[in-house]
C-alpha cells in the first residue's frame, strides 16, 4: 500500500502551479538512477522497513545503504523515522508521481515510434503473407482458345 498523504499535499501545493520543482525532479531522477537506490523503493512500497532490513539482501556495508537512503531523503522520496539507534524508513509517492507527469508529457513520442512500428510490421506480415501463399499452377488457368487453320 503507498502511502498517499504526500500525493494529497502534492496535489494541494501545485493548485495554478502546473510545472515541477526543477531541482527535486533532478534530485528525484538522481535518486532513482542507481539500482540499489530503486531496489530499495521496491522494497518499501507499502510497508516501513528498518536500515538493518533494508541492507540485508545487498552485499555492501550498512553504512553504504544508509547513504543511499540519504540520497532518497534528499530526494524526498523516503522518509526516515529515528528512535534511538533504531531508523525505520517508509516511502513518500509524491515526488515519484510529479517525475510520472513530467515524463508523460513525452508519451505522444512514443505513442508515435509505437504506431510507426505496427504499421511496419503489419506491412511485413503482409509481404510474408503474400510470398508464402501458394502459387497457382497452370492447370487452374483458363485455356486459350487453339487457333484454327
Given at each position: 500500500?503507498?502511502?498517499?498523504?504526500?500525493?494529497?499535499?502534492?496535489?494541494?501545493?501545485?493548485?495554478?502551479?502546473?510545472?515541477?520543482?526543477?531541482?527535486?525532479?533532478?534530485?528525484?531522477?538522481?535518486?532513482?538512477?542507481?539500482?540499489?537506490?530503486?531496489?530499495?523503493?521496491?522494497?518499501?512500497?507499502?510497508?516501513?522497513?528498518?536500515?538493518?532490513?533494508?541492507?540485508?539482501?545487498?552485499?555492501?556495508?550498512l553504512?553504504?545503504?544508509?547513504?543511499?537512503?540519504?540520497?532518497?531523503?534528499?530526494?524526498?522520496?523516503?522518509?526516515?523515522?529515528?528512535?534511538?539507534?533504531?531508523?525505520?524508513?517508509?516511502?513518500?509517492?509524491?515526488?515519484?508521481?510529479e517525475?510520472?507527469?513530467?515524463m508523460?508529457?513525452?508519451?505522444?513520442?512514443?505513442?508515435?515510434?509505437?504506431d510507426?512500428?505496427?504499421?511496419?510490421?503489419?506491412?511485413?506480415?503482409?509481404?510474408?503473407?503474400?510470398?508464402?501463399?501458394?502459387?497457382?499452377?497452370?492447370?487452374?488457368?483458363?485455356?486459350?482458345?487453339?487457333?484454327?487453320?
Amino acid at each position: 500500500m503507498l502511502n498517499i498523504k504526500p500525493r494529497l499535499q502534492l496535489v494541494g501545493s501545485s493548485a495554478g502551479d502546473s510545472q515541477a520543482d526543477p531541482d527535486r525532479l533532478d534530485h528525484v531522477f538522481f535518486a532513482l538512477s542507481d539500482p540499489v537506490r530503486r531496489n530499495i523503493l521496491e522494497r518499501l512500497d507499502g510497508q516501513g522497513l528498518l536500515v538493518s532490513e533494508l541492507a540485508a539482501p545487498f552485499d555492501i556495508s550498512l553504512q553504504a545503504v544508509s547513504r543511499h537512503i540519504q540520497v532518497l531523503v534528499r530526494a524526498g522520496l523516503v522518509r526516515q523515522e529515528r528512535s534511538g539507534r533504531i531508523s525505520k524508513c517508509s516511502l513518500i509517492a509524491g515526488p515519484l508521481f510529479e517525475a510520472a507527469v513530467w515524463m508523460n508529457r513525452y508519451s505522444k513520442y512514443w505513442q508515435q515510434q509505437f504506431d510507426l512500428l505496427a504499421a511496419t510490421l503489419s506491412e511485413i506480415d503482409e509481404r510474408r503473407a503474400v510470398e508464402t501463399a501458394p502459387k497457382r499452377r497452370g492447370r487452374n488457368k483458363p485455356r486459350r482458345p487453339t487457333p484454327r487453320k
